[in-house]
């Protein structure tokens, strides 16, 4: 039986579970509609993240923004006015000021606007083992490379202290996906 479960509330229970055994082909056929920015995604942060918001039935959205982790673009926030959702290609683990970025995003961001990424939970990838931290603690030590670790728990208080609600999180091969939408009350 597949485990299921999804965050729909503010409050995180500890017990619940990040959905697992995603079945890409249920939910993601054969694309046949070419779109630029669904290719670049697709390009740059792999296919189970077109697959993911495909099951999250957003692939088509006309005002999708996408945040390469390779390439840097600056906006202000006249131009994320009309966004209303926000792709987040680079992992969070490798974000180096995470709790300024996910600032700077929540408030620059409208509200109720999606907000989706991904990370490597550290439990799930390596469990407890104290022996394997160590070592990817080493890695990181000699490449000079960030690597958070961070769990879903952790990145879910992490969203809602900066004014996200976290709508969605799904673990595909390795990867847990989240989607969260921005949920402070607008300025003007």
Not at 45 to 56: I, M, Q, R
Not at 167 to 176: C, H, R, V
């Amino acid at each position: 039986m597949e485990n299921t479960s999804v965050l729909n509330k503010s409050d995180i229970n500890i017990d619940s579970k990040v959905r697992t055994n995603f079945n890409v082909t249920k939910f993601y056929p054969e694309r046949t509609i070419e779109n630029p920015v669904i290719d670049n995604l697709v390009a740059e942060g792999g296919e189970n993240f077109s697959h993911y918001l495909n099951w999250l039935g957003l692939v088509n959205d006309p005002s999708l923004l996408v945040l390469s982790s390779r390439h840097h673009f600056y906006y202000d926030s006249s131009e994320l006015k009309g966004v209303t959702t926000l792709i987040n290609l680079k992992k969070l683990n490798l974000i180096k000021h995470l709790d300024s970025f996910l600032h700077t995003v929540c408030h620059a961001l409208s509200p109720k606007t999606n907000f989706i990424g991904c990370f490597s939970d550290w439990k799930i990838q390596n469990g407890n083992r104290l022996s394997s931290r160590m070592y990817k603690g080493f890695i990181n030590f000699l490449d000079s490379k960030i690597d958070i670790e961070v769990d879903k728990k952790g990145v879910s208080r992490l969203l809602e202290s900066h004014g996200f609600k976290v709508i969605d999180m799904t673990e595909i091969n390795g990867l847990t996906y989240f989607r969260a939408q921005n949920n402070r009350r607008s300025v003007e």
